[in-house]
């Protein structure tokens, strides 16, 4: 038996892995964007559009990379963005992921400022806190909720990408850019102060996500440093109503942003509030 046909580098075999992609199957195309974790191309995999993601092997390691994707594949809801499979006998290893043409949630929104109704917005925030009521059901925490990590179909639906993922990025990437720009915005007390992460720091960065969909696109605190942000939300204060927003609306965001975990709504709940407005 030629050494190589004992697979002495992973426990199991992967072709029988039903998660596992053929990458006989896939055509690359067009390169979408680059994140974290390596480039995004556009490909065709089995008569759809997909998309791509390569995983750089620095950015996690490949066991934590499939077992993660074992769990991703079984997550199916309407409002996330579907991971199709993986291939890990490429390399670099890839994620086959649902295509969403209209790219991220940020760039659509600037893209569209001034062209987009109240109530149309409204439903966007909708469209996430869908998702994250489904993925506060599976007690899976997202940890960097935010406008930039939405994405949008070609049918102008928003869908929840890269949940769970920031737990792959190298500590010294994610502290330093939670020192330096990205993050912090976005981030609840407890996780600042403590890195403390939960359904509840989650909803807190919704409220912030809330504000940018009514802020068109806007980023919050713009004329802010993060330290600034820090000690302003110490002493009380925070982001202010976007015109667009109603009053009610608001509220609802306000709620997201309480101090204490604990008196933060659930996504259950929010979402209850927020479809009846
Ligand atoms: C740790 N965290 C939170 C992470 C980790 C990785 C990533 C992210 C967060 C979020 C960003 N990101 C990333 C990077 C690159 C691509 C994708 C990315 C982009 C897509 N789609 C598109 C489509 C069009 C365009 C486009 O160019 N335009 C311009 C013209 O008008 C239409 C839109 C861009 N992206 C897509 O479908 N997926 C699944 C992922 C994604 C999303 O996946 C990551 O890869």
Redesign the pocket.
């Known amino acids: 038996i030629s050494h190589n046909s004992i697979s002495t580098n992973s426990s199991f075999n992967h072709n029988e892995a039903r998660w596992e992609v053929d990458p006989e199957e896939l055509v690359l195309g067009e390169e979408?964007?680059?994140?974290?974790?390596?480039?995004?191309l556009?490909a065709r995999w089995r008569e759809k559009r997909?998309?791509v993601?390569m995983v750089k092997e620095e950015a996690m390691s490949e066991d934590e990379f499939i077992e993660e994707a074992q769990v991703l594949t079984k997550l199916s809801h309407c409002k996330l963005?579907k991971l199709y499979g993986v291939c890990s006998q490429r390399n670099p290893p890839c994620l086959v992921?649902?295509?969403?043409?209209?790219?991220?949630l940020s760039?659509?929104l600037r893209?569209r400022k001034g062209q987009l109704s109240p109530a149309t917005l409204l439903v966007m925030c909708l469209d996430v806190s869908e998702a994250m009521a489904y993925l506060e059901s599976l007690k899976i925490i997202?940890?960097?909720l935010?406008a930039?990590?939405c994405?949008?179909s070609k049918n102008n639906e928003v869908k929840v990408?890269?949940?769970g993922?920031?737990r792959?990025?190298p500590d010294d990437l994610?502290t330093c850019s939670m020192g330096s720009k990205f993050s912090i915005k976005w981030s609840a007390p407890e996780v600042i102060k403590y890195s403390k992460f939960s359904s509840k720091s989650d909803i807190w960065s919704f409220g912030v996500l809330m504000w940018e969909v009514f802020s068109e696109g806007r980023m919050p605190y713009e004329h802010n440093t993060n330290t600034e942000v820090v000690e302003a939300l110490a002493t009380g204060l925070r982001l202010l109503r976007p015109r667009l927003a109603p009053d009610a609306l608001y509220l609802l965001m306000e709620g997201c942003w309480r101090q204490k975990p604990g008196d933060r709504p659930s996504f259950a709940v929010l979402l209850h509030e927020l479809a009846s407005l």
């Open positions: 979408l964007g680059s994140g974290q974790f390596g480039m995004v556009e997909v998309a993601k963005v992921l649902e295509l969403m043409e209209n790219g991220c760039d659509y893209a997202h940890r960097d935010a930039r990590n994405l949008v990408s890269d949940f993922m920031a792959y990025v994610y």
